[in-house]
């Protein structure tokens, strides 16, 4: 075991790796300023824990970060465990805070609820969310920002990397089977990417702002709709605000952000053709519609028959399962068994990759419908010679293979967690949509964990499981679990010469 293990070890570039963590914690300490500003205006003497946190994230991470690089290249294994680890990390420190200020006295439950905002899952532990001080309240919501379009994709935005070689931390963190460059150096495209998003959530913060919610809770609500997080900051979540503009508003938001932003550059060059021929954008839309069409006359009923109330809840709703954000405005937990169906099986699908949102990913979905299509064909035809094309390229081979891996490994772990979580013995609504929430960084589930309820009742193993899953869930699988995969590959390799 421990000539695996040691094996393992050797077979990644540590010192790149070190070096990644170490701006990761050095940008994380730079970000907690902000909640740490925001409690000096309000004076509730929280300062203290952020200042704590911003030390050892500094001195923990200044050393890291000059560590030298002996090579001034690195691999794709190398850039997924710089992910996954620096993922991990950034959750443990950045949770810090809540038990400095014991809001949250449980370091598992700090975990849990920074997981849950830097993934963009939106579930929470908090019993009394209105209890929070405003620095932890902004700090929740401002972790879906930060991981909504993906820390390492900042840090490669403001800092030269050495080559392209980069593109396997961007290709590691950000969502969908395929991430491409917008520009050929990959440091501006990871610019333009961060520069359109900061761009749109200015644009909703003065939207919200016109609609007479306070700048505090406008900055909060923009910082989860951008991310496509959910976390609020009210108990009851946009159902406090009770109106129809801010709902309508945050809906739009909300599938915006669910959309591949490589679309809004291609909008900025005014090359609309190719936002036109983007099948997943059309597939999305229609989803959406159906969905919303769906649940209104489910619903209708509940409304005492008004059309527009049904359409105004269920239209949020989808916009907000399907964009995996998880915003509620309604107790979507009372409504029929039908159209909570459909929210579960949105959850499951999400949105467009290289957006914010989780989900496995309309454009995955797409390809695996065609590949589908593709075998029954040659099943009738066998001589017929076809290839699966998306926008009318032809897709991969190699693309479609990994597609079906990652489909299996999803399956593969979502059954586990399942078994573990079953252990706490809750319902079988409760048990399955948590875990269906977590891993698909979606937020509330149904049952116990619904839209008006929290994961406090949850245990602790629990709680680490479904961490994992929400860290899964945002990094796709790979990067968590590829550290492990060599260490069975060398048992296996060293078992056989022996």
């Known amino acids: ?33 902000f909640p740490l500003i925001v409690d000096l205006i309000y004076s509730q003497h929280v300062w203290d824990a952020y200042l704590k946190t911003i030390v050892i994230c500094l001195v923990i991470g200044f050393p890291l970060s000059r560590m030298k690089e002996k090579h001034k290249s690195y691999f794709a294994k190398d850039g997924f465990v710089a992910v996954g680890l620096s993922w991990a990390i950034l959750s ?3 949770g810090l805070p809540f038990f400095f200020t014991q809001e949250i006295p449980s370091l598992v439950d700090c975990f849990f ?7 963009t899952t939106g579930s929470s532990i908090l019993t009394d969310v209105e209890a929070l001080s405003q620095a932890s309240l902004l700090w929740r919501s401002f972790t879906h920002w930060v991981g909504g379009m993906g820390v390492l994709v900042f840090i490669l935005a403001i800092i030269p990397r050495s080559n392209d070689r980069t593109m396997h931390i961007m290709r590691a963190e950000a969502p969908g089977p395929v991430i491409g460059k917008l520009v050929p150096r990959l440091k501006d495209s990871a610019a333009i990417l961060y520069k359109i ?18 700048l505090f809770d406008s900055l909060c609500t923009a910082f989860g709709t951008a991310g496509t997080g959910g976390f609020s900051i009210k108990n009851v979540g946009m159902a406090y605000y009770n109106s129809v503009y ?47 069409l769906m649940i209104m006359c489910n619903i209708v009923h509940l409304y005492d028959n008004s059309w527009f109330e049904a359409f105004r809840y269920a239209s949020f709703q989808v916009a907000s399962i399907i964009s995996t954000t998880g915003f509620s405005s309604t107790d979507f937990n009372l409504w029929p068994q039908f159209s909570k169906m459909v929210l579960l099986l949105l959850m ?15 454009s995955r979905f797409l390809i695996l419908l065609k590949k589908t299509k593709l075998d029954i064909q040659k099943l009738l035809h066998p001589q017929k010679v076809e290839a699966i094309t998306m926008d009318q390229k032809i897709v991969d081979e190699q693309v479609v293979h990994q597609i079906l891996s990652y489909f299996f490994c999803f399956m593969l772990i979502l059954g586990s967690i399942l078994l573990i979580v079953s252990l706490d013995d809750f319902d079988l609504e409760t048990t399955l949509s948590a875990c269906f929430t977590c891993i698909g960084n979606v937020g509330p589930g149904l049952g116990m964990a619904g839209p008006l309820s929290n994961f406090s ?3 602790d193993l629990s709680k680490i499981v479904l961490s994992f899953a929400m860290l899964i869930g945002r990094l796709e699988i790979y990067p968590i679990i590829i550290f492990i995969v060599p260490l069975f590959a060398t048992r296996k390799t060293k078992r056989h010469r022996d």
């Open 197 to 214: 998003y900061f761009v749109l959530t200015i644009i909703m913060i003065l939207f919200l702002l016109a609609g007479g919610m306070p």
């Open 113 to 119: 609820e920074t997981v849950s905002g830097f993934t």
């Open 457 to 459: 009742m949850f245990s």
């Open 348 to 362: 499951i699908i999400g949105a467009c990759a290289g957006s914010t949102a989780g989900g496995i990913k309309v």
């Open 246 to 292: 801010l709902e309508m508003v945050v809906t739009f938001f909300m599938l915006l952000f669910g959309i591949n932003f490589n679309l809004f550059y291609f909008l900025l060059i005014k090359n609309v053709k190719a936002v036109w021929k983007n099948e997943e954008l059309r597939t999305y839309l229609i989803i959406v519609a159906f969905s919303i």
């Open 1 to 33: 075991m421990m000539y695996s293990l040691n094996r393992t070890l050797q077979t990644f570039n540590w010192r790149v790796i070190f070096n990644i963590i170490g701006h990761v914690l050095m940008i994380e300490g730079c970000l907690l300023l």
């Open 92 to 94: 443990f420190f950045g």
